[in-house]
């Protein structure tokens, strides 16, 4: 039974990692092999210890079809992409991102779309 206490959506930001593997030598490599289970344990303890868990919540997801550029992280709402993601990564984003609102830009895959200044809510404000 649903708590009817608790809000929807029930995070303001969502990140996925992709924690897919391949076979050791596959053409399209895999996020797992380039450090994903190392990214998304620094995004767990990191949302932990900034008590950040009723706000963000950090998983891992399948493959993003973006295995070239793993490890390969995307954050709701916004859609912001982000590509050859290591774990001394994390702490930018969770910073600037996840709390502030304002995307890693050289972190990103796509640049950010037209109407799209950049700059998103800080946590708490949703
Ligand atoms: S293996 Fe990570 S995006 Fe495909």
Known sequence: MTDPQRKFPPYERHVFI??????????????TSKGAPEVLERFKHLAKEKGLKPHIR????????????????????????????????????????????VPVERLRMHPATPGDSGKHSPIGNA
């Open 58 to 101: 950090a998983q891992k997801s399948g493959c993003l079809d973006t295995c070239e550029l793993g490890v390969s992280v995307v954050v709701y709402p916004e859609a912001v992409w982000y590509k050859q993601v290591t774990v001394q990564d994390v702490d930018e984003i969770v910073e600037s991102h996840l709390l502030n609102g």
């Open 18 to 31: 992709c924690l897919n593997q391949r076979e050791e030598g596959h053409p399209r490599g895999d996020c």
